[in-house]
């Protein structure tokens, strides 16, 4: 079947911190993979996608590399910001638009 | 500008009561979703349509329903059927065969 498991919080960090959330999923056939993320009161929002083995997503200094051979897509950003304080989802759409999310991991950064 | 729109943004409803949650797009997707997010769970699917006047069931179904009699709205009724209604909705959108969901904003509806 189709999982993603995505690393449980909450995570605390500095500013200026490296950040990452690890992913890791199951999957039927060859999945799209995404990281939405969530502020308060609202929905959410795509932060970055990869559709294919090896494919590298960013966005807004974020990054998540597809690695097929250990399952997983981790989010990583070099240098956190207060601003980037969020919930943080990862989630796979194999093909046929059904998507699976994570549980969601809260990240809060202190200046 | 094109998007999706929830209303309302909070909503409080007696026990017992049916309530309906609207969720309109302006993007063209012919495909919707409903999903029902509450702590510490993710986002779990309760509905979802790729064409009008045809829907699925998700994960969570059961005491929920949804119409699809236009493509740019799919609204969602709790009913009294629903034990715990008190959740965070929130309503998505997607061209059929593509991969990203769009979402809106969402409802939070609290139920006395």
């Known amino acids: 079947g189709n999982s993603v498991t995505q690393m449980e919080g909450p995570v605390t960090l500095s500013e200026e911190a490296f950040l990452t959330i690890n992913c890791t999923y199951t999957?039927?056939?060859?999945?799209?993979l995404f990281w939405y993320v969530q502020y308060p009161g609202e929905g959410l929002q795509l932060l970055l996608k990869a559709t294919k083995a090896d494919d590298k997503g960013s966005n807004k200094g974020f990054e998540a590399t597809y690695r097929k051979e250990t399952t997983s897509f981790h989010l990583e950003k070099g240098s956190v910001q207060v601003s980037d304080s969020a919930v943080y989802f990862c989630?796979?759409?194999?093909?046929?638009?059904?998507?699976?999310f994570g549980t969601g991991t809260s990240l809060t950064v202190i200046p | 500008d094109g998007g999706i729109t929830q209303s309302p943004k909070y909503l409080f409803r007696k026990e017992g009561q049916n309530v309906t949650l609207s969720c309109e797009q302006n993007?063209?997707?012919?495909?919707m979703y409903w999903y029902r997010q509450d702590p510490g769970q993710g986002l779990r699917l309760i509905y979802y349509s790729q064409i009008v006047n045809d829907f699925q069931k998700g994960d969570i179904a059961e005491g929920y329903s949804v119409s699809r009699e236009k493509k740019e709205s799919f609204p969602l009724t709790v009913t009294s059927a629903q034990k715990n209604p008190t959740a965070f909705y929130l309503c998505?959108?997607?061209?059929?065969?593509?991969?990203?969901?769009?979402f809106g904003p969402g409802t939070r509806l609290t139920v006395l």
């Open positions: 989630a796979l759409s194999p093909p046929g638009n059904q998507f699976y």
């Open positions: 993007l063209n997707h012919d495909a």
């Open positions: 999957a039927t056939g060859y999945p799209s």
């Open positions: 998505a959108s997607s061209i059929v065969g593509g991969n990203e969901q769009f």
